[in-house]
């Protein structure tokens, strides 16, 4: 029993001593450590390039969103009624001027061709019959006239009686009466035959329009007939653009009356297209309207784009038209760090440590962006992080 009871309170002194050492550990951790720890070193980061940030003379600007067109598009339609058996192309596909994109049913279009040759040959043969019939009435009115002037002269020599007279005077109208008939069908017989032959051309041509091609090099952007649909005159069936040339179509504010008046037929402009982020274009104004839209109250203007700039129908964009200068503080585009939706900037401390700087970016300067707040003047940043993460880093600059 004695040896039991020593056993336990063995037992008891060793977890006693135990929880002592920890309650010390805890202790020590709460004061900092044993005393010969110290700080972390501040992890420095060499050849990265500061500046200051300084007010700067820049470009004073109409900005105006937009998009992109064609500078040529044609809706392609049906010039004649009927139904479609071939649709030769697909969206995207590129055409050459002339290329077949659509096969009206020919048999229709060519039945009424044939009506109409038919009814041509009809007047060709009725003309014909008319212009013998003439003939044949201007001959008996010859004779018939040569009789009455012989039965003139036997009159006034007495040498007929009025009876005989009379009758050949009747005989001598008549076949005037009939001549004139004659001519008068003849006529009507040309002009039937005129409106024949009008029709025969309008029926041969119409029969051409059952091949419906490109009007121009081009690419099909839209297609909107399927095989076996009935089309009429003047209906769409595909839409085609040239791309060799393209405009960007933008919207100036009309309240900027003032620096619209500066804009004119061959002004230049900066094009920035959110399709081709980091590149810019050089545009030139081609067309302006004269008056505002009463609706949006903006003026539209239309920039020629250049022909290698190799954009697409639809992209969206802005494009800046130079009014002056103003002064504005300007970083690199480079110096500009996103995370997410922000945008900020390493801004440098006396220190020389870095830190992450939330900013308010401005207008796009071509390479350089405005800086609205965020950072003063006077102020030191990284001009080119290069993606490298310099937040709480001391940064040696390069040369």
Request: with cysteine; charged share 30%; net charge positive.
């Amino acid at each position: 029993m004695k040896i039991a009871k020593q056993s336990w309170e063995d037992l008891g002194i060793a977890l006693a001593v135990r929880l002592l050492g920890f309650l010390l550990a805890l202790v020590l951790a709460g004061c900092g450590g044993s005393p010969g720890t110290r700080p972390q070193a501040v992890e420095t980061v060499r050849g990265v390039r500061v500046e200051t940030l300084r007010w700067e003379n820049v470009p004073d600007e109409i900005e105006a969103p937009g998009s992109v067109a064609a500078a040529a598009t044609a809706q392609v339609a049906a010039r004649a009624m009927g139904t479609v058996t071939q649709v030769a192309v697909h969206e995207g596909d590129r055409v050459k001027r002339g290329q077949l994109l659509v096969l009206l049913d020919e048999r229709e279009l060519a039945a009424r061709r044939n009506a109409a040759r038919a009814a041509l040959e009809e007047a060709a043969a009725a003309r014909e019959e008319a212009t013998r019939a003439v003939a044949a009435a201007q001959a008996q009115a010859d004779v018939a006239s040569k009789t009455y002037e012989r039965f003139v002269f036997l009159r006034d020599q007495k040498s007929v009686s009025p009876q005989e007279f009379d009758e050949v005077e009747a005989k001598h109208r008549a076949a005037l009466a009939g001549l004139e008939q004659a001519k008068a069908r003849r006529q009507q017989a040309e002009a039937a035959h005129t409106r024949a032959e009008a029709e025969v051309r309008a029926a041969e041509a119409v029969a051409g329009y059952a091949r419906v091609v490109a009007p121009f090099d081009g690419v099909v952007v839209r297609r909107m007939v399927e095989t076996g649909s009935m089309v009429a005159p003047g209906v769409p069936l595909l839409i085609v653009e040239n791309t060799s040339r393209y405009r960007m179509e933008v919207s100036v504010p009309a309240s900027a009356a003032s620096e619209a008046t500066r804009l004119r037929k061959g002004t230049s402009a900066r094009v920035r297209l959110d399709a081709l982020p980091g590149r810019e274009l050089a545009g030139k104004v081609v067309e302006l309207e004269a008056g505002a839209d009463p609706a949006s109250q903006t003026l539209r203007v239309r920039i020629e784009l250049p022909h290698d700039a190799g954009v697409r129908s639809g992209w969206f964009g802005r494009a800046w038209f130079r009014r002056g200068e103003r002064r504005a503080l300007v970083v690199p585009r480079s110096a500009v760090v996103e995370r997410g939706q922000l945008r900020g900037v390493y801004a440098v401390d006396a220190g020389q440590v870095a830190r992450w700087r939330l900013v308010t970016p401005g207008a796009s300067l071509a390479e350089r962006v405005e800086i609205l707040s965020g950072l003063s003047e006077g102020e030191r940043y990284v001009t080119d992080p290069g993606g490298q993460e310099l937040d709480g880093k001391k940064v040696e600059a390069g040369r």
